[in-house]
Nanobody, 120 residues
Framework: QVQLVESGGGLVQAGGSLRLSCVVS????????MGWYRQAPGKQRELVARISGEGSTNYVDSVKGRFTISRDNAKNLVNLEMLSLKPEDTAVYYCNARVVRGTRTQYDYWGQGTQVTVSS
């Protein structure tokens, strides 16, 4: 079994900041790309940011310069630092990880989601 546990969501005023964290635990041989997605009401889930095992990052244009993704491979941890938050950042944020299990097969796993609400 593999579990992703997220933390750090909440309510913040526009211009404020939040830090999301996600810890991956369970039967893991290695972690490949890790990322954060979000889904706002009535919208499709979208990729916010992702980071490879080597540290290469990608961001959706709307968060570039405001959000920073990082990971700690020793702790199987991925963080998302969110600055200068805007009301349009309001969504449920989901952690995603591509995991290599003992059979060397790759699987995608998701966290349960954490709500981020930015008030204007």
């Amino acid at each position: 079994q593999v579990q992703l546990v997220e933390s750090g969501g909440g309510l913040v005023q526009a211009g404020g900041s939040l830090r999301l964290s996600c810890v991956v635990s369970g039967s893991i041989f290695s972690l490949l790309v890790m990322g954060w997605y979000r889904q706002a009401p009535g919208k499709q889930r979208e990729l916010v940011a992702r980071i490879s095992g080597e540290g290469s990052t990608n961001y959706v244009d709307s968060v570039k310069g405001r959000f920073t993704i990082s990971r700690d491979n020793a702790k199987n941890l991925v963080n998302l630092e969110m600055l200068s938050l805007k009301p349009e950042d309001t969504a449920v944020y989901y952690c995603n990880a591509r995991v290599v299990r003992g059979t060397r097969t790759q699987y995608d796993y998701w966290g349960q989601g954490t709500q981020v609400t930015v008030s204007s």
